[in-house]
């Protein structure tokens, strides 16, 4: 998708890997400045040669104060893309606390936060702003051993439809991106079983994953102003699954 975002400043967490990452070399090649988030300095040093010019930022998003520390001064930022998560894998009777809390802390706690930072903002400085959180499918259906992530994203429908209602007024816009697998390092995590992953795909009537550059077009869209009206949405990037 084409699109032109000369002059807008952005920031993408998750930037070293995966859709993140692609969302990052996306926004550069189309004029952004961008913030890159991820807690890996190899990717972050890696991803800045690709795209000259990125603000490259490592931290640990599931930790408050260093997240505060790391970003409560970044400056102008026009668009976010909340995009980072972890994917700890474990039945419901088995769920430790630290899963439960590394996974809340990183997949919901810190849109909250990377979000504050970034809206205050855009409200001190008056101008309209639009944040796209990365979901997924998992938060409308279950499976197994995904129990807690599934979790954050289903919590992340409803963040994403409070903060649409709270920041609408200041004309910042909130929407979701909910994909199906992606063939991620993460993806490839929930399909390693080959018989589970043929009966999955086999549930999505285009009988395929998404692919990354799926994803990151949707993300796109929300991101600019063709979007314009559109706030408080999610858009599905599931094959169709959902409507089997």
């Known amino acids: 998708m084409q699109l032109n975002f000369s002059g807008l400043r952005a920031l993408v967490t998750g930037a070293g890997k995966g859709i993140g ?3 990052v070399k996306a926004l550069h090649a189309s004029g952004a400045s961008v913030v890159a988030v991820s807690r890996t300095d190899a990717d972050l040093v890696s991803l800045s040669k690709e795209c000259p010019g990125i603000e490259a930022v490592c931290v640990d998003l599931g930790n408050w104060e260093a997240t505060e520390q790391a970003l409560g001064r970044v400056g102008a930022v026009d668009l976010l893309v909340n995009n980072a998560a972890v994917v700890l894998m ?20 810190s849109v909250v936060q990377v979000s504050q930072i970034v809206a205050r903002g855009m409200i001190a400085r008056g101008v309209p702003g639009s944040i796209v959180n990365i979901s997924s499918m998992v938060a409308h259906v279950t499976y197994p051993n995904l129990i807690t992530y599934s979790s954050t994203k289903s919590a992340m429908t409803m963040l994403t439809k409070a903060m649409a209602m709270e920041l609408g007024p200041h004309k ?16 490839k995590k929930v399909t390693a079983d080959p018989e589970f992953s043929r009966k999955m795909k086999e549930r999505h009537p285009l009988r395929k ?16 102003d063709r979007s314009a009206s559109t706030t408080g949405s999610g858009i599905m990037v599931d094959g169709g699954y959902l409507a089997s």
């Not at 809390?101 to 997949?107: A, P, T």
């Not at 990151?216 to 600019?224: D, E, G, P, Q």
Request: hydrophobic letters at 45%; proline letters at 4%; aromatic letters at 10%.
């Open 21 to 23: 990452r692609d969302t």
């Open 90 to 109: 474990q039945p419901f009777l088995e769920i430790t606390k630290e899963t439960f809390d590394r996974s809340f802390n990183v997949n919901l706690r």
């Open 172 to 187: 910042i816009r909130v929407n979701s991106v909910n994909p199906t697998v992606v063939l991620t390092a993460m993806g």
């Open 209 to 224: 994953f998404a692919e990354v550059e799926d994803v990151v077009n949707s993300i796109l869209f929300l991101l600019s």
